[in-house]
């Protein structure tokens, strides 16, 4: 999901930053050495997110898993990191939107795309979501944002409904950012 929207991104004349939040350790896990997380890193083909990157951004899509309705750890770790760069005013006035997958079509996508924008909101960022735009929204059917049921086993592929909704949603955003910016 996250190569479609950058791709479409891109073709939609926007500089684009493809990354991944590094997994966190948790419980007994061991933490990663430098090499396995350089190995990990080349392996997933992005390069971990920085704050630095969401300060650069004129327009960020974040995309998480649903766990349990709510955005993953990792996502939620990550935002939670860039206290320092909120407290600068460093994130406000941005574009903002949010992709999501789960492995049942009722597990949660909406409410994870909403507690997402719960961050965003106190960044005092500008969510720009989809809604009913087109009439490809009303195909895949989610207007807070992009989603995709994975299935039990996350190997149900993108469909064409969903790669149509992608490229709106990336569209979309670059359009308002650039307006935002006076383009």
């Known amino acids: 999901m996250a190569e479609r929207l950058a ?5 939609a004349g926007a500089e684009v930053r493809l990354r991944q939040v590094e997994r966190q ?3 007994g896990e ?8 350089a190995e990990a890193e080349a392996a997933q083909g992005a390069p971990g997110a920085t704050a630095d990157d ?8 974040f995309g998480s898993p649903t766990r349990y309705g709510n955005i993953a750890g990792q996502l939620k770790i990550f935002l939670d990191s860039l206290g320092a760069q909120w407290a600068q005013g460093q994130l406000a006035d941005k574009v903002y ?3 999501t997958s789960s492995q049942t079509a009722h597990g949660g996508q909406e ?8 961050s965003i909101y106190h960044f005092g960022g500008i969510i720009v979501p989809p809604g009913y735009t087109a009439g490809l929204k009303f195909v895949d059917g989610n ?4 989603s995709h049921v994975t299935g039990a086993n996350n ?12 490229d709106h949603l990336a569209t979309r955003v670059v359009t308002i950012a650039g307006r935002l910016a006076g383009e």
């Open 25 to 27: 350790a948790t419980g």
């Open 111 to 118: 409410t994870t795309l909403l507690a997402l924008y719960n």
């Open 30 to 37: 061991k933490a990663a050495t430098d090499a396995q997380s």
């Open 143 to 146: 207007p807070y944002g992009v």
């Open 54 to 61: 969401v300060v650069w951004a004129d327009a960020v899509l």
């Open 97 to 99: 939107a949010g992709f």
């Open 7 to 11: 791709a479409a991104a891109e073709q």
């Open 155 to 166: 190997d149900q592929p993108l469909g064409q409904a969903e790669l149509d909704a992608l």
